[in-house]
């Protein structure tokens, strides 16, 4: 038995039995044969510990997530694409959920902003018998999973507000299998279902409302391809409200008479920082001595990535930002900053991706790059791939980057085109239509001139969109809608699903 202290804690049974018991045995196999034990194996197979003590949410929700085989569309480390705890910073900052934890709606945010189709409920929205069923139906299940948010003191634990998956279900017994990932602390174990909806009735003193839980499913589509929103940076709270308040005010108060004054207007007013909000989400890979080489599921993911980035650029929105900022030489890029010229940009890239391949997310100042190169290459399907080549130093070791970047474009650039001192990211046309048409409709309905009206609903209309580049900015268009209701602290109070 583990002694109380540091190392782990007495699980108390009653009211739970240990899952490794002989009795926590002799529910499983029951629960098998009853069929409600359906979720476990999928759930087992990605269970993780927490790696932080306030980090239960995120812990939960990445097992969760990688259950469901939900593609979070980048990467983790190296080549792999994984949900991990450190991925999860949208809705809320990683280093305020390390400090003090996530509240129940924030975390439906996250999973929502992950991909996943999210149905929440706190307790006092809810009955014991509904949220039994919710149970019994997904233990009976791998398609949906179970996270529940309650407090310890109801099973006689030590500690406050939990996070953890459920694992399954004993309908004799009316017991809800917990996989805690706090495993430093308890073991998996059964808890009679009465007591776990106690737990969930407490009061989150942050918010003011009680503990819940939600369902989570694979989505109907999947998440973003191109491009994500992050509030990584605390920036995100400015760039959030500008959006979404102060944009509409903007061009209501302007005499707006054409597309191109819509786009200054925006454009010249973006606060800085912003192109740490929205991030185009580009293949990182180590250079290996035979050349680039891809895998055929990277080839495919590229293939659909550089589709989206061509339906962006054949859109007629596409074609007045590219006027707009061709004759705007004194306007402020959406990256403008210290380091805007083409060399300097093309180093940060070589950089975050030598920090996101090490696994270190917020020490971007130890990686300095000398070398980069900006070159057009073409992959074994012949279609022309965008390439930034940089040396990296880190310490008394140097490793070679490539940053591949989806490009649909047909002219070749050579590594003679750094010399040019170019004030835009290469993608910073691609990024604002993209931000634009994901912008709610409600945005340009102040706009006095009619004329331009029904021209700008024309160019923003979603349904216009092909399939792919639709699916893109709406995913984009939920996340901005989550970021606005997390700015506003309202996430707690409305658990709904945003809009398609």
């Known amino acids: 038995m583990a002694t109380a202290g540091l190392y782990r804690r007495f699980l108390s049974c009653p009211p739970a039995v240990e899952f490794a018991s002989s009795p926590g045995k002799q529910l499983f196999l029951e629960a098998i044969q009853n ?3 359906e979720g476990f194996y999928r759930l087992v197979s990605y269970f993780q510990t927490q790696s932080e003590p306030a980090y239960c949410g995120l812990a939960s929700l990445s097992m969760v997530l990688n259950a469901l085989a939900i593609d979070p569309g980048r990467k983790w480390k190296g080549p792999w694409r994984w949900f991990d705890e450190s991925m999860l910073d949208c809705c809320e900052p990683l280093e305020k959920v390390k400090a003090k934890g996530i509240s129940f709606g924030k975390l439906v945010c996250l999973a929502h902003c992950a991909g996943a189709k999210v149905e ?11 949220f039994r069923e919710y149970v019994m139906n997904c233990s009976a299940s791998d398609e949906c999973h179970v996270i529940s948010s309650y407090h310890r003191a109801a099973l006689k634990q030590t500690g406050t507000g939990h996070f953890s998956p459920i ?5 004799g017994k009316d017991m809800a299998l917990i996989l805690d990932v706090a495993r430093f602390k308890y073991p998996p174990h059964w808890v009679p279902l009465s007591l776990l909806w106690e737990g969930m009735n407490y ?9 819940g839980f939600m369902l989570i499913s694979r989505p109907h589509r999947e998440p973003g391809m191109l491009y994500t929103l992050s509030c990584k940076h605390e920036s995100w709270i400015s760039i959030a409200k500008f ?9 209501k108060s302007e005499d707006v008479k054409d597309i191109q004054m819509v786009l200054s207007i925006i454009v010249t007013s973006l606060p800085s ?3 740490e909000f929205i991030k185009w989400v580009a293949e990182i890979r180590r250079r290996e001595d035979g050349g680039p080489s891809l895998s055929p599921e990277e080839k495919a993911r590229l293939g659909v990535k550089e589709e989206v980035l061509k339906q962006v650029q054949e ?8 006027r707009f900022m061709s004759t705007s030489c004194s306007i402020h890029s959406p990256t403008s900053g210290d380091g805007d010229t083409l060399p300097d940009i093309a180093a940060n890239v070589c950089c975050q991706g030598a920090e996101i391949l090490g696994g270190k997310i917020s020490s971007s100042a130890e990686y300095c790059c000398h070398e980069t190169c900006l070159k057009c290459c073409k992959a074994e399907d012949e279609k022309p791939v965008t390439m930034v080549c940089g040396t990296v130093v880190n310490g008394n070791s140097e490793q070679g980057v490539d940053v591949l970047i989806p490009s649909a474009r047909k002219s070749c650039c050579t590594c003679s085109s750094l010399s040019n001192s170019i004030r835009m990211h290469p993608a910073s046309t691609d990024v604002l239509t993209v931000l634009l048409l994901s912008l709610p409709s409600t945005t340009w309905s102040d706009i006095k001139d009619e004329r331009l009206l029904r021209e700008i609903n024309s160019l923003v209309s979603v349904e216009n969109l092909p399939t792919l580049l639709q699916e893109e900015v ?5 996340q901005l809608h989550l970021l606005k209701k997390c700015q506003e602290d309202k996430v707690d109070e409305d658990l709904h699903a945003p809009f398609s």
């Not at 694992?167 to 309908?171: D, E, I, Q």
């Not at 959006?243 to 061009?251: E, S």
């Open 35 to 37: 069929g409600t034990m």
């Open 120 to 130: 929440a409920f706190h307790a006092s929205q809810s009955s014991i018998d509904a």
């Open 167 to 171: 694992g399954g279900y004993h309908a």
């Open 203 to 211: 009061v989150d003193e942050s918010t003011g409302q009680t503990r």
């Open 243 to 251: 959006l979404m308040d102060d944009v509409p005010l903007l061009l």
């Open 273 to 275: 920082k912003f192109e």
């Open 315 to 322: 859109t007629g929105l596409f074609k007045h930002v590219i």
């Open 474 to 478: 709406l995913h984009l268009r939920r």
